[in-house]
């Protein structure tokens, strides 16, 4: 019964973290971003970060969003991140629906992955960031 159940793997869905300006300031924002030609719905997004600080195991809340459809060679915002959170892991677990078929992945980005000299042109968004297909 078990051999009945797909195995489905998410292969176009990006998860990026980009510095922008707003307001004058420089700020991180997570994006999800759909590669599929069709729209992917009731996208959510599970958020949290953990590792070592000054020595001491700490762990942040984990924050749930619910990001709804994203169409074909689109994005959805996820949520802000602040800077001092880069040297811990951070984890997005992402699921959504395709073809009434379900999926989910988690994205991990490792301590101190998240700076300039992993920056990529992320695709859709058009700027430059760290991301994980």
């Given at each position: 019964?078990?051999?009945?159940?797909?195995q489905l793997q998410?292969?176009?869905?990006?998860?990026?973290?980009?510095?922008?300006?707003?307001?004058g300031?420089?700020v991180?924002?997570?994006?999800?971003?759909?590669?599929?030609?069709?729209?992917?719905?009731?996208?959510?997004v599970?958020?949290?970060?953990?590792?070592?600080?000054?020595?001491?195991?700490v762990k942040?809340?984990?924050?749930?969003h619910m990001?709804?459809n994203i169409?074909?060679n689109?994005?959805?915002?996820?949520?802000?991140i602040?800077?001092?959170?880069?040297?811990?892991?951070?984890?997005?677990?992402?699921?959504?629906?395709?073809?009434?078929?379900m999926?989910?992945?988690?994205?991990?980005?490792?301590?101190?992955?998240i700076?300039?000299?992993?920056?990529?042109?992320?695709?859709?968004?058009?700027?430059m960031?760290?991301?994980?297909?």
């Amino acid at each position: 019964m078990l051999k009945d159940i797909p195995q489905l793997q998410v292969e176009n869905v990006i998860v990026a973290v980009v510095r922008e300006m707003e307001e004058g300031e420089n700020v991180w924002n997570v994006y999800i971003i759909n590669l599929y030609p069709d729209e992917i719905t009731g996208v959510l997004v599970s958020s949290a970060g953990y590792g070592q600080f000054e020595g001491r195991d700490v762990k942040t809340s984990v924050l749930r969003h619910m990001i709804g459809n994203i169409s074909s060679n689109d994005y959805g915002k996820i949520e802000p991140i602040m800077e001092n959170l880069f040297g811990l892991t951070n984890e997005f677990w992402v699921s959504f629906f395709l073809n009434k078929h379900m999926y989910d992945k988690k994205y991990i980005f490792l301590p101190e992955s998240i700076k300039e000299e992993n920056f990529t042109m992320v695709p859709v968004l058009g700027k430059m960031g760290v991301m994980i297909r």
